[in-house]
């Protein structure tokens, strides 16, 4: 997606232990008319699949499901990040941050996914797919059926996207990222 990899060049910083910032333009202060763009190519990629709910985790992927969820008018579901007192009954899993270098726990609602769904996982990163595979845990104890990941930004020197694919998830992403040494970003071509 050129619009994409033009902004990451322009306006995203690169550092040596992997990371990339997109502060300015997806996790702190967003840009509507982007998420609009992605949402618009996620519909490109996705919308001849079966699918009859987003899924995301919150936070960050929660604006380009949200924008997917309004194309499609489809129900954007959001996974936390612990489990609320008020949730009566949910399927918990344990995912490890590559950002803060720590386990947490996800949960999502019996109540929201239930057999018989076909979701599409939204993120805004891939990394080493930690997250994306919690998510996956989730849909199976549920007994749904996993129709497609999407993610803005894979970064595919990290091992995400082998590990997805090895399980036969069909994963979409937007800018492939194949390095960010010396504070340059290179795409995968
Ligand atoms: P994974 O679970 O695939 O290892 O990491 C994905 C999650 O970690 C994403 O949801 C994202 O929040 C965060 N993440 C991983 N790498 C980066 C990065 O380089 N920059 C930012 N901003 N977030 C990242």
Known sequence: MKLLKERILSDGAA????TLIVDSFINHQMDPILMKSIAVEFVRRFANLPINKIITIEASGIA???MLGYL???PVLFVKKRTPKTMA?????TVYSFTKECHYDVSVSKEYLQEGDRVLFVDDF???GNAALGIKDLVEQANATLVG???IIEKSFQEGRRR????????ESLA???NLQNGQVTFVE
């Open 15 to 18: 550092f040596d232990d992997g």
């Open 72 to 74: 499609l008018e489809l």
């Open 164 to 171: 997805l694919e090895e399980r036969e998830i069909h994963v």
């Open 89 to 93: 009954s949910a399927y918990c899993s």
């Open 176 to 178: 492939r990222i194949a």
């Open 149 to 151: 990941m999407g993610f």
């Open 126 to 128: 891939l990394a080493n």
């Open 64 to 66: 380009p499901a949200i």
